[in-house]
């Protein structure tokens, strides 16, 4: 590989080698705070370089782009396990986690993250994505103390070798078809008088199986609530935001250059945004765990953003990005919450054990408020905004049906997102006080909540950069 080459995958080579550094310097010097601290400065300077560096080369090995596109998608994820290792310090410390070896996972799942979003070809995906989805694996059961977790993680790990089994199939069919890996020669390869041949169909049908595991479209999301609820809590934070996101990310340029011959896709996807945003909305309303709740609100706010996957182009793009960047502030913020609450041998997780807590923790219970109102797309906050722009482009492009539909699911959604709020403002409570919180926690939540609503009031800043890197 050249020098070219390894400058333009500098900010992915932070990440792994600096992984990698940690990983095995961490074994003879077990400074737990230490090396999340380093891990947290590996993060941050990945996310530096990636935004502020241009590439030499356009693409590395024909495997993976160094576009405006690719360093935005890295710098989001990079900031996101920054946050990640933020908010970690005391939950790792109360946990006992081994700082060299969580920080490691961590920035190894910030690279395979990376590399998804900038893959251009199938070979480039697939390594991307399993970098990252096999890291999970072990974060998911990372407190070996808890046996929540090693259920969750036995389940991921049995949902995610089906969904892998689909995607080597699926690329396996597309390259049968078209002879190569490279996403444009591929995706041309497959077509032939303006529609799909067969055995290119049957490949994208196994690739949307896989997509549809990874980011828990109905009906492949039964694995989801249980491993949100038995995973640690920054964990659930980076399976609700990053792994997701960097998924729709790599797709959205694949849909985009399939054009009017993947009317079949389309109209696939159209199904699965529907029962996903419906089947997500109904079974969150009965839910009493909030990390349970958080786990179905993703399943919608994924079939929220199958519209824009559907919408495709500038439109779709900008609305996919924009609508990310704003669900990861709340999602995450909202799981950090939940982390700041832990003590030593539990969560706060059931709606009973979080009434009255707005009385003894003012500062957290209103920001988690603020971070349920903007999921549910309450003005001023932003979420109101990136649901407006999104409904706004599905009636653009002529998909009006399902734009009802996601006002409609919309609509009953506050009714889940507002229970956690009335119950920590129910009544006062008496019995005990929990941990008041890490200045490390305060940080990023202070972060978050002003990010929702800064960009609430003025979205402009994002939008413009959102529109500068998409292609």
Known sequence: MSFAALQSLLPQLILALGATAVLMFGAWIPKRRLWLTVGLLLALSAALVAGLMEAPLAEVGGMYATTLYARF?????????????????????LHRFGGGEYTSLLLFAAAGMSLLSAATSLIGLFLGLEAFTL?????????????????????????????????????????????????????????IEGALRPIGLAGWAMLLVAVGFKISLVPFHLWTPDVYQGAPAP??????????????????????MLGESGAEIKNVLWLLAIITMLVGTFAALPQTNLKRMLAYSSVVHMGYLLIALLVGGSDGGQALLFYLVIYSFATFGAFGVVTSFATEHEELQEYEDLRGLGYLHPRRSIVLAAFMLSLAGIPPLAGF????????????????????????????????????????????????????????????????FVAILALGIYPEPLLNLVVLVLP
């Not at 492009?397 to 399902?402: D, I, P, S």
Request: some cysteine; charged content about 10%.
């Open 135 to 191: 890291v999970l694996y072990i974060l998911i059961a990372f407190n070996r103390t808890d046996d929540r977790g090693a259920e969750a993680g036995l389940k991921y790990l049995v949902f995610g070798a089906v969904a892998t089994g689909f995607l080597a199939f699926g690329i396996a069919l597309i390259y049968a078809a078209s002879g190569s890996f490279h996403f444009q020669e591929a995706l041309a390869g497959i077509q």
């Open 385 to 448: 905004f990136a649901k407006f722009g999104l409904f706004q482009a599905a009636l653009r492009n002529g998909y009006a049906g399902l734009a009802i539909i996601g006002v409609f699911a919309s609509l009953v959604s506050v009714y889940y997102y507002l229970r956690p709020i009335i119950v920590l403002f129910m009544q006062e409570r008496s019995a005990y006080q929990l941990h008041p919180g890490s200045k490390s926690e305060y940080l990023l939540l202070a972060g978050c």
């Open 73 to 93: 998608c890295t710098v989001v994820w990079s900031l996101t396990i920054a946050a990640t290792l933020l908010i970690s310090f005391r939950y790792a410390d």
């Open 235 to 256: 964990i659930s934070g980076v399976l609700a935001t990053a792994a997701k996101g960097a998924v729709l990310t790599a797709f959205l340029p694949l849909l985009t």
